[in-house]
């Protein structure tokens, strides 16, 4: 099992940076990657970042140059930087693990970006 427990987020006008923070109970490198989804409302769930052991970096094309995954492998910690955002990035945000017994996700945190 994996706890994930996600703080940052809330409520910011366009253009505006938020950061997100997700400490994992287990260490980073007993997995495979970290990373953050979000859903907006009737929207599926999508990839937002990711994070390998390996350090590899993956960010969805809406969001690429703009926010920026990063870790603290001391504190088993992943870290979400938002910058120049946008109304269509308001979403709950979900920190995500995946390791060899399957993917475990965060409580979501609110993510609201007015225009």
């Known amino acids: 099992q994996v706890q994930l427990v996600e703080s940052g987020g809330g409520l910011v006008q366009a253009g505006g940076s938020l950061g997100l923070s997700c400490a994992a109970s287990?260490?980073?490198?007993?997995?495979?990657?970290m990373g953050w989804y979000r859903q907006a409302p009737g929207k599926q769930r999508e990839l937002v970042a990711r994070i390998t052991t390996g350090g590899r970096t993956n960010y969805a094309d809406s969001v690429k140059g703009r926010f920026t995954i990063s870790r603290d492998n001391a504190k088993n910690t992943v870290y979400l930087s938002m910058n120049s955002l946008k109304p269509e990035d308001t979403a709950v945000y979900y920190c995500?693990?995946?390791?060899?017994?399957?993917?475990?996700w965060g409580q979501g945190t609110q993510v609201t970006v007015s225009s």
């Open positions: 995500w693990w995946t390791g060899y017994d399957g993917d475990y």
């Open positions: 287990r260490s980073f490198f007993s997995g495979n990657a």
